[in-house]
């Protein structure tokens, strides 16, 4: 058939052709465009007169024609319908993506094409999948571990933080052993509560221990929550797991150390207090409560340096304001007076206090009594 024959079509058939917002098309054996229908120009920006006649694969992508001319070839055998993808060159040069569907008339050797612009869906479905490789890197790559569990604590994903966090050389070796939440956990009533709290209020953040591979126990603060579809059904549990295990056992050596200064501050025979700027007494071992004759330390901590135990008023801002330059003070002299009234004499060491800026907050100091030594040196000879 030439491309100037009159094709022999009943009117309501020629209709649907010329108004369908399909791309159609009829294609020879020869591989030849026999007619096309107007939604080519709108598409492709090709007049109906303009492509008639032309070679079909002429229009295709370079590296869609081979798969395209298989399909074909499928057709003019005796298939009885194909349905294939291509890129098909645009007037301007630019391709668009097509899906036909395909059928071929032997009798007339004719293949009658039908074909639905795809483009906006491929590049979505291109975009979505550069989106989760990042998402998926990024997962991967995270030095926080990151899990995903079924309701009932099965793992679905495990990141490679996560794995090696447990001791696993991959997310495929902790699959491979079969590990859930209830072998993760070291404390059995830690992953009963989680997975209930998650239940009643759908999020949690958790500080508990997790148990490796070699079966040793690691800190961890885990964050959890319920992840749900759009019609509110639970999918799956997310958790963000981290390391906490260098830090705990430093705040166990902190906790131990404080533990010990206070054993000794409360020990020491020389009396041991910090007071605030104001004069405030904000500490006070045992030695300095005895040596001002109260009977316990809460009586101490309601004085105030300047008013209640300095015993000559204003003494105590003179000194500060003396040694306003000097970041601590040895062997400093001064008269203190006792809950019944009575002076003692005292030997002040010490330092200031300033916090995280450098404003100064206060003092810390050592008070020695040296009462009965003053005595002695105001004693006359003879």
């Given at each position: 058939?030439?491309?100037?024959?009159?094709?022999d079509w009943d009117r309501e058939s020629e209709l649907f052709f010329k108004q369908s917002p399909d791309?159609?098309?009829?294609?020879?054996?020869?591989?030849?465009?026999?007619?096309?229908?107007?939604?080519?120009?709108?598409?492709?920006g090709f007049a109906a007169q303009g492509v008639s006649g032309k070679p079909f694969l002429d229009l295709?992508?370079?590296?869609?024609?081979?798969?395209?001319?298989?399909?074909?070839?499928?057709?003019?055998?005796?298939?009885?319908?194909?349905?294939?993808?291509?890129?098909?060159?645009?007037?301007?040069?630019?391709?668009?993506?097509?899906?036909?569907?395909?059928?071929?008339?032997?009798?007339?050797?004719?293949?009658?094409?039908?074909?639905?612009?795809?483009?906006?869906?491929?590049?979505?479905?291109?975009?979505?999948?550069?989106?989760?490789?990042?998402?998926?890197?990024?997962?991967?790559?995270?030095?926080?571990?990151?899990?995903?569990?079924?309701?009932?604590?099965?793992?679905?994903?495990?990141?490679?933080?996560?794995?090696?966090?447990?001791?696993?050389?991959?997310?495929?070796?902790?699959?491979?052993?079969?590990?859930?939440?209830?072998?993760?956990?070291?404390?059995?009533?830690?992953?009963?509560?989680?997975?209930?709290?998650?239940?009643?209020?759908?999020?949690?953040?958790?500080?508990?221990?997790?148990?490796?591979?070699?079966?040793?126990?690691?800190?961890?603060?885990?964050?959890?929550?319920?992840?749900?579809?759009?019609?509110?059904?639970?999918?799956?549990?997310?958790?963000?797991?981290?390391?906490?295990?260098?830090?705990?056992?430093?705040?166990?050596?902190?906790?131990?150390?404080?533990?010990?200064?206070?054993?000794?501050?409360?020990?020491?025979?020389?009396?041991?207090?910090?007071?605030?700027?104001?004069?405030?007494?904000?500490?006070?071992?045992?030695?300095?409560?005895?040596?001002?004759?109260?009977?316990?330390?809460?009586?101490?901590?309601?004085?105030?340096?300047?008013?209640?135990?300095?015993?000559?008023?204003?003494?105590?801002?003179?000194?500060?304001?003396?040694?306003?330059?000097?970041?601590?003070?040895?062997?400093?002299?001064?008269?203190?007076?006792?809950?019944?009234?009575?002076?003692?004499?005292?030997?002040?060491?010490?330092?200031?206090?300033?916090?995280?800026?450098?404003?100064?907050?206060?003092?810390?100091?050592?008070?020695?009594?040296?009462?009965?030594?003053?005595?002695?040196?105001?004693?006359?000879?003879?």
């Open positions: 058939m030439s491309p100037t024959e009159k094709l791309v159609l098309c009829l294609l020879g054996f020869d591989g030849r465009l026999k007619a096309v229908n107007s939604e080519w120009e709108a598409t492709f295709i992508h370079a590296d869609d024609r081979k798969q395209t001319i298989f399909e074909l070839n499928r057709l003019m055998g005796g298939a009885r319908s194909v349905l294939f993808e291509n890129r098909f060159r645009c007037r301007n040069g630019s391709f668009r993506s097509l899906q036909w569907k395909a059928t071929a008339n032997s009798g007339k050797d004719l293949i009658y094409c039908a074909a639905r612009d795809i483009t906006d869906l491929r590049q979505s479905e291109s975009a979505l999948r550069e989106s989760e490789e990042k998402l998926r890197n990024l997962i991967e790559n995270t030095v926080e571990g990151i899990l995903q569990t079924t309701p009932g604590g099965q793992i679905i994903m495990a990141n490679a933080a996560l794995s090696q966090m447990l001791g696993y050389a991959s997310s495929l070796e902790l699959a491979a052993n079969e590990v859930g939440l209830e072998q993760i956990y070291a404390d059995p009533e830690d992953c009963e509560f989680s997975r209930a709290e998650l239940t009643r209020q759908g999020a949690l953040t958790l500080e508990s221990q997790f148990r490796r591979k070699d079966r040793e126990t690691i800190w961890v603060t885990i964050k959890s929550r319920v992840v749900r579809s759009l019609d509110g059904l639970v999918q799956y549990h997310e958790h963000f797991v981290e390391d906490i295990t260098e830090r705990k056992l430093l705040e166990a050596a902190i906790h131990t150390s404080e533990e010990k200064y206070r054993a000794l501050v409360e020990n020491a025979v020389y009396g041991i207090y910090r007071s605030s700027l104001d004069g405030r007494v904000l500490e006070a071992n045992h030695a300095f409560v005895a040596m001002l004759g109260y009977q316990s330390r809460e009586e101490v901590l309601s004085l105030n340096m300047e008013t209640d135990i300095y015993l000559r008023p204003g003494e105590r801002a003179q000194m500060i304001s003396q040694y306003r330059n000097v970041e601590r003070v040895h062997g400093l002299v001064v008269d203190w007076k006792r809950k019944n009234g009575t002076s003692v004499t005292v030997r002040l060491s010490g330092r200031k206090v300033r916090n995280s800026v450098g404003v100064l907050e206060g003092f810390e100091f050592i008070a020695e009594e040296v009462s009965l030594e003053s005595k002695i040196q105001a004693t006359p000879a003879g």
